[in-house]
């Protein structure tokens, strides 16, 4: 894994602005692997550089991800205009930005950005559990209950990797449960964004211990039916995720 090295911060150089900037990070990239000619090229590269960049560990440092297009066009082992599209689509979703004269850079969300992805995601995800109380039947609840049983007799903390996983795919199934398909698509890039951060925060301070605690006790409250319990809940966990941020999240400034 690639230090932060604080010394950096003291030598960067300035922008037109005045403002410090990062010099990129030439070791902090996309995991790529080339793309078969089977579909069309520019979906294929969009689907693959956004699942490369969710992958990525991206709040370990400050320094800027630089994306070079030319060999992201090497690596898929296809033109660069299908990457260029693709690289446009992801700067629409907020993934990428791209600077004059500099490049293609990663987005790093400020501590703002993601509180307000964090709010927003709360709302929608609290009406996924009220519709769940209401719709889901029985069995799909209880796979969320099925989630967790690696991790019960004090198991958790040897495998904090692998909860991390189960903790986000914990909060997509409960949009997913909602069965309403306008909600669905509405969360799905929140949270990709989402995701990203949330690996990083599930390992801070106390959070481990108390993410296993509110999903079970949010559970309880869907396999209950209870669906203004459960509504809140879920908005509370959520929410508590954006004071947490709020509090420790100082290096994403």
């Keep these: 894994m690639t230090k932060f090295d604080p010394s950096a911060r003291r030598s960067r150089a300035r922008n ?56 992201l066009a090497q690596d898929f082992g296809i033109s660069r205009t299908p990457v260029r599209e693709a690289m446009a689509q992801l700067e629409s979703e907020g993934f990428v930005r791209s600077v004059p004269r500099r490049g293609i850079y990663v987005v790093r969300k400020t501590k703002r950005e993601v509180i307000e992805l964090i709010t927003a995601w709360a709302a929608l995800e609290s009406m996924a559990a009220r519709l769940i109380t209401e719709n889901a039947i029985d069995a799909d609840i209880a796979s969320l209950r099925r989630m967790f049983t690696t991790f019960e007799s004090g198991a958790l903390r040897a495998h904090l990797d692998e909860y991390s996983e189960v903790n986000i795919e914990f909060h997509q199934s409960i949009i997913r449960m909602s069965g309403n398909r306008v909600l669905i698509d509405m969360a799905e890039n929140l949270f990709t964004h989402m995701r990203m951060i949330r690996r990083k925060t599930i390992v801070e301070k106390d959070r481990v211990d108390r993410s296993i605690r509110d999903h079970m006790s949010i559970i309880e409250a869907l396999e209950k039916r209870e669906t203004a319990r459960a509504e809140q809940l879920v908005r509370d966990h959520a929410l508590g995720l954006a004071e947490h941020v709020e509090r420790y999240a100082d290096y994403l400034d």
């Design 16 to 71: 037109r602005n005045g403002a410090p900037t990062v010099q990129p990070d030439a070791t902090l990239q996309p995991a790529l692997a080339p793309i078969e000619a089977t579909s069309s090229f520019k979906q294929k590269a969009y689907v693959a550089l956004k699942n490369a960049i969710v992958a990525m560990d991206i709040y370990r440092s400050r320094a800027d991800i630089r994306l070079d297009e030319r060999k």
